[in-house]
């Protein structure tokens, strides 16, 4: 007997059957509950680390470098550039943006700390109000709000991508920072940071979780954030000890994905598919 024969002998209307096929679509099961795992986790270890417990996370040099690339530019009195490559608020890349937003605001706490001229450049129209938060909230943190001037501070450029790329570049050649760093979402415009930054003599920490362009910020850059440590920066960036946790589980859900792996090629010799058995 068939589901459908099934379902409609016990008078379930044609909506509800819709909505279980949109809830359960076929090949997705596993990864739905994969998901439930991983927000369970998470509230585990968020919730444990209300309670006090902490979770060790191993060093990122990328991330140690960015007090050290603030200090080098304050003793040189040249600025620090910050922007996020060409990137948006509602995308797949998104998770990227929110990263380096985070650990903008780290920097401007740093610079409020060691009254150092931050300039952050973006081409985003909607994270202006957010840029302009963060960096207002940085300069007073430290108990120097006179240091914040938003024209100077906070530089909307534009949402066109080569466009922006140019206006960066130009702000690299012009204000000659002493540090560069940049985290987010990056496409073409990472290259051409990379060298700006690079020919004005700054020390450059970058990180992108777009893998094809990684390996240019690794050939320029002096310090990188490879892929998703740019998500644990933002947490570390973050100072709290629950979004610090959340880490945890997503390493857990990283050894089950790859649990899975190593059975499926250890099964597939023998003729058995673990995609068949898991309706991938």
């Not at 209307?13 to 795992?37: Q, Y």
């Not at 362009?213 to 740019?230: M, N, R």
Request: aromatic share 12%; with cysteine.
């Amino acid at each position: 007997m068939s589901i459908k024969k099934f379902i409609s002998k016990r008078s379930v209307d044609s909506n509800t059957i819709g909505g279980l096929a949109l809830v359960f679509a076929a090949g997705r099961g596993v990864a739905f509950f994969l998901l439930l795992i991983l927000f369970v986790l998470g509230y585990y270890y968020m919730k444990s680390a209300e309670r006090g417990k902490r979770y060790p996370i191993r060093r990122i040099r990328a991330f140690e470098a960015v007090e050290e690339a603030v200090g080098r530019a304050v003793e040189m009195g040249r600025p620090i550039h910050f922007t996020f490559g060409f990137g948006n608020l509602y995308s797949s890349v998104a998770p990227q943006y929110v990263a380096g937003l985070a650990v903008l605001s780290y920097v401007a706490r740093l610079a409020g700390k060691y009254g150092a001229r931050l300039i952050a450049t973006f081409g985003v129209p909607e994270a202006i109000p957010i840029v302009e938060e963060l960096v207002r909230e940085g300069y007073r943190s430290a108990g120097r709000p006179e240091l914040y001037k938003p024209e100077d501070n906070v530089r909307y450029l534009t949402n066109m991508q080569f466009a922006y790329a140019s206006a960066v570049q130009a702000t690299l050649i012009r204000e000659r920072p002493g540090a560069n760093i940049m985290v987010g979402p990056f496409y073409a415009e990472s290259l051409i940071f990379a060298e700006a930054g690079s020919w004005t003599g700054a020390l450059q920490i970058a990180g992108t979780a777009r893998e094809t362009q990684i390996p240019f910020f690794v050939l320029v850059c002096d310090y990188v954030f490879i892929g998703e440590e740019i998500f644990a920066a933002a947490a570390l960036a973050s100072g709290d000890p629950a979004i610090i946790a959340t880490i945890r589980s997503q390493d857990v859900g990283k050894l089950i994905a790859l649990a899975l792996i190593i059975l499926g090629l250890i099964l597939l010799p023998l003729g058995l598919n673990l995609g068949n058995f898991l309706f991938i």
